[in-house]
């Protein structure tokens, strides 16, 4: 029922910056997870990142320390802040939403929201980041 939007994507070299945006409509807390995933070129779709509406959030390794998730409640966008982009990073960005957490023992024990594409319900319709070396 989620309704979502992606936009921010472009051309961009390598060691450049992008930030995607993901506005969303009908969201719903019973499902408070939502997430940015990707899917190159011949590759299988792929998580980046995902947030729960308490800002809890997990990355992929491929991204830790170059991408940044967050979602601004109040104006119902998700975000993606990519900097020091690689030509790997080229792909098209996927805003998702409607996953419900899953517990875990990591972190001592703790509801993560899911990096399985399964679980996820609702889908943007892209947004193409290219990156050139």
């Known amino acids: 029922q989620v309704q979502l939007g992606e936009s921010g994507g472009g051309s961009v070299q390598a060691g450049g910056s992008l930030r995607l945006s993901c506005a969303a409509s009908?969201?719903?807390?019973?499902?408070?997870?939502m997430a940015w995933f990707r899917q190159g070129s011949g590759k299988e779709r792929e998580a980046v990142a995902n947030?729960?509406?308490?800002?809890?959030?997990r990355y992929a390794d491929s991204v830790k320390g170059r991408f940044t998730i967050s979602r601004d409640n109040a104006k119902n966008t998700l975000y993606l802040q990519m900097n020091t982009l690689r030509p790997e990073d080229t792909a098209m960005y996927y805003c998702?939403?409607?996953?419900?957490?899953?517990?875990?023992?990591?972190?001592?024990?703790?509801?993560?929201?899911?990096?399985?594409?399964?679980?996820?319900?609702?889908w943007g319709q892209g947004t193409q980041v290219t990156v050139s070396s």
């Open positions: 998702a939403a409607g996953a419900v957490q899953r517990f875990t023992g990591a972190y001592g024990g703790t509801w993560v929201c899911p990096f399985d594409i399964n679980d996820y319900t609702d």
């Open positions: 009908g969201y719903s807390f019973s499902r408070p997870c």
């Open positions: 947030i729960d509406t308490l800002g809890t959030l």
